[in-house]
């Protein structure tokens, strides 16, 4: 494949466009949108691995806040005039900042710094939730999306949480495709937050959030918007990402209680607040249903009856249950794997519409030419097209098999043959040619249309490709 990422940087820099050029440089950005009470904040917690973004209803929930690596925490706030305005805040439940008896309505944004290594490549900028009572807080949201930040639009994707399939979620999707006009399905992943209260907080209560998970994926209209659903307990991961000792050692003494009072006690959150015979005071056994949830608690204490509870088990046992590594998972594989072919997609688009495109028929010569003939751009073309529906003539078994090679799952080889293992050149080499076979065959049917032997042609392009990279 060509480089596509090398000849964009090329014309952004012969275009003059220094800020373009600086977004391959930096770290990816992600915004996290939802409806108010969709659990983002919670969500932004767990991404992070500490309690920063606050939860509750504040001012500062009010605000996009923008949360980067840095070397220590600091907090900016920044005015509408690009004045910048250094907050003093406090660490307690996430960040408690203090305007400075400024309203929230003064600022754009606000810049937190956190040097957590989580941060490392990825800015996370969490977005006031839309059908907030106010509407200038519901709207703020869609006005960031639709603006630009340094000289170019303000995200690279978008993780949405949405608690149920909503017109709103749809609603809210579409707007944003259509203010990021080189987005697709291939820039947003949806997440189904609080994904334990789905199954009412049963034992399987994550296994029934990924039924409904995947039902909504195959929606037409999740399909056509979004590359992924994934099933998440936000306060579960948010926890098991900051348990601290105290609550370890609250959650051993619950589990050496008898266990009919363990077990009568974990029935509601009424009851485990009423079940003083745990061996917690009540204030302690408050505070973990706040952090835990009681199906959190469920799986807490099922963790400390087989492991004995230590640290380390806990935390992965509990950030296992919540889902939270699926969705790094993905955001891996459609996102950082490909972050290069998202960023020239979107440095292309914002070239066409420049000036300095638009004046110069060299440039304008030279962009027509890789947005045309680069294989990376067509693939992510394609996608969008098997995604829309409109590739449903294939059937729902290749429509499958021709966006997974496509890099649907992700770009890495493994991924495009639906392998779960690295594969030897040997191997490689032979699947790839079976796929070749495979997509020959389809387009040479009497039967196929323009759009099928279209995506084929992509399809066939893509194995020629990757056996160039298996053989060496």
Not at 181 to 193: E, F
Not at 234 to 249: K, M, P, Q, S, Y
Not at 280 to 303: K, N, S
Not at 351 to 366: E, F, G, P, R
Request: net charge negative; aromatic share 4%.
């Amino acid at each position: 494949m060509s480089d596509l990422v090398a000849d964009t940087r090329a014309l952004v820099r012969r275009a003059g466009l220094t800020e373009l050029d600086a977004l391959f440089d930096d770290a990816f950005r992600f915004a996290i949108a939802g409806l108010v009470k969709a659990g983002k904040s919670t969500l932004l917690n767990a991404l992070i691995g500490e309690r920063l973004a606050p939860t509750d209803a504040g001012e500062c929930t009010r605000i996009v806040s923008w949360y980067r690596h840095g070397g220590r925490y600091e907090v900016v706030g920044v005015g509408h005039d690009g004045e910048l305005v250094p907050l003093r805040f406090e660490r307690r439940r996430g960040l408690e900042v203090d305007l400075a008896g400024r309203d929230h309505g003064d600022f754009e944004r606000l810049d937190v710094s956190c040097p957590t290594p989580r941060l490392t490549g990825q800015t996370l900028i969490d977005l006031p939730g839309h059908g907030s009572l106010s509407a200038d807080v519901s709207a703020r949201a869609q006005r960031f999306l639709g603006g630009t930040v340094d000289g170019r639009r303000p995200v690279d994707a978008v993780i949405y949480l949405t608690r149920h399939h909503h017109p709103t979620d749809v609603a809210f999707l579409e707007a944003f495709q259509g203010d990021l006009h080189h987005a697709s399905a291939t820039s947003a992943i949806a997440v189904l937050s609080r994904a334990d209260e789905l199954g009412g907080a049963r034992p399987d209560a994550m296994s029934t959030a990924r039924r409904v998970a995947d039902t909504l994926a195959v929606d037409p209209r999740m399909r056509r918007l979004c590359a992924d659903v994934v099933p998440v307990a936000g306060l579960l991961a948010e926890t098991a990402a900051t348990l601290r000792n105290d609550e370890i050692a609250a959650l051993r003494t619950i589990a050496a209680s008898p266990d009919d009072v363990r077990r009568a006690g974990l029935l509601s959150v009424d009851r485990f607040a009423r079940a003083d015979d745990l061996g917690a005071t009540a204030e302690v056994r408050q505070a973990l249903v706040g952090r835990l949830g009681i199906f959190g608690l469920r799986v807490a204490l099922d963790i400390v009856e087989r492991t004995g509870g230590s640290p380390d088990a806990l935390t992965s046992g509990l950030a296992a249950a919540s889902g939270i590594g699926d969705l790094r998972q993905s955001l891996e594989r459609r996102f950082f794997e490909r972050a290069g072919v998202l960023r020239a997609r979107a440095a292309l688009q914002i070239l066409a519409d420049s000036a300095a495109v638009i004046d110069d028929a060299d440039l304008a010569a030279d962009l027509d030419r890789i947005r045309s003939t680069a294989h990376e751009l067509r693939e992510l073309q394609a996608l969008d097209v098997v995604r829309s529906g409109a590739a449903d003539v294939l059937g729902a078994t290749d429509a499958a098999a021709i966006e997974r090679l496509l890099g649907g799952d992700g770009p890495s080889l493994s991924a495009r043959l639906g392998a779960d293992r690295h594969l030897d050149p040997a191997e490689a080499r032979s699947m790839l040619l079976d796929e070749r076979r495979r997509w020959a065959t389809v387009a040479e049917s009497p039967f196929a249309t323009s759009t099928t032997v279209e995506l084929t042609e992509v399809a066939m392009r893509t194995c020629d490709s990757l056996l160039v990279g298996a053989i060496s």
